[in-house]
């Protein structure tokens, strides 16, 4: 496939730092069957990158891992300081985030659902690296809140943290039918990983703003669940 299918992540990151993320005209690269596996061997024949499989087994945890050591391990976070060793992440409607450091010595990739984001992924990652108040980000294509109605339990999670996410929740009005007790809202999970990421004294942020949910170019499981992945892949040379 020519690397013109692949779609560039838009950020100021060092000129060391490669980053893509694919949509369904780049098929699906999900490991879980020969496709996948196949799109994952052409995509790292076409950087010329070391591992052909760089993915790890996510699970809505707030683990990290290094690479490439600890791939196909349980995680939804994998770092690395190695050159042509690609960090990627698997979603169809949640978050994808990117970082690097301004020096281009490392990289990260990370998958946050709401569970990740209620179980601090972000920090958890964060803390692998020396100077992560430097690191540059990258919020990459997920459902929007539009799209993204959670029940009353998600929210009390996110109350619970020590960051304010309230104004990331609005009442459903899709919902407006249910009975009282079963109150919905709809949920912004870019704004809640960005305000994380900031409360870590990261700034430098760049966002995406494509919905998985309302772009027919992207994969989403709310749209179907038998849907394939996008790919989010970092890597230094």
Not at 203 to 230: H, K, M, W
Request: aromatic share 10%; proline share 6%.
């Amino acid at each position: 496939m020519p690397i013109s299918n692949y779609l560039p992540v838009e950020w100021d990151a060092p000129q060391n730092i490669k980053a893509f993320y694919t949509d369904n005209q780049c098929g699906d690269f999900s490991p879980k069957n020969l496709t996948g596996q196949t799109n994952w061997k052409i995509f790292a024949e076409t950087f010329q990158l070391s591992y052909p499989r760089p993915w790890i087994n996510q699970v809505h945890s707030n683990r990290t891992v290094s690479a490439p050591q600890h791939y196909e391990e349980d995680a939804d976070a994998i770092i690395t300081n190695q050159t042509q060793t690609p960090c990627c992440v698997l979603t169809a409607d949640c978050v994808p985030i990117l970082l690097c450091d301004k020096k281009g010595q490392w990289v990260a990739a990370i998958h946050a659902g709401w569970r990740g984001l209620v179980k601090q992924i972000l920090h958890h990652c964060c803390q692998k690296f020396p100077n992560y108040t430097e690191a540059i980000a990258w919020i990459g294509p997920c459902i929007c809140q539009n799209h993204y109605e959670v029940g009353e339990e998600t929210k009390l999670a996110f109350d619970a943290l020590p960051i304010d996410c309230g104004a990331f929740f609005q009442p459903s009005n899709t919902s407006a039918h249910k009975a009282a007790e079963e109150k919905k809202f709809l949920l912004n999970l870019k704004g809640v990983a960005q305000a994380q990421l900031n409360d870590l004294g990261i700034q430098a942020v760049f966002t995406n703003n494509r919905c998985t949910y309302g772009d027919s170019r992207l994969y989403s499981y709310r749209q179907n669940p038998e849907t394939g992945r996008i790919a989010n892949v970092i890597w230094k040379i």
